[in-house]
């Protein structure tokens, strides 16, 4: 079971990408400055989950095509 599907058309724009990663590590800095460790890593975390998989990982393929590949 995924809880994101990074593979999804909607983040072939890397603009999108490039939001998402920035939202998560933004926020984790944000949590860092106010005290709060715990939300600090876990957004941290979720950020650098979010740009190995989108900048790493990601195949711009259409799912119909990652399909025909296996």
């Given at each position: 079971?995924?809880?994101?599907?990074?593979?999804?058309?909607?983040?072939?724009?890397?603009?999108?990408?490039?939001?998402?990663?920035?939202?998560?590590?933004g926020?984790?800095?944000?949590?860092?400055?106010?005290?709060?460790?715990?939300w600090?890593?876990?957004?941290?975390?979720?950020?650098?989950?979010?740009?190995?998989?989108?900048?790493?990982?990601?195949?711009?393929?259409?799912?119909?095509?990652?399909?025909?590949?296996?």
């Amino acid at each position: 079971m995924k809880l994101i599907d990074v593979q999804h058309p909607w983040f072939v724009p890397i603009y999108r990408r490039v939001l998402v990663v920035a939202v998560c590590v933004g926020w984790a800095v944000a949590e860092l400055v106010w005290g709060e460790v715990f939300w600090a890593m876990l957004f941290g975390a979720t950020g650098i989950y979010c740009a190995y998989q989108l900048f790493w990982a990601f195949d711009p393929k259409e799912p119909e095509e990652r399909k025909k590949d296996g």
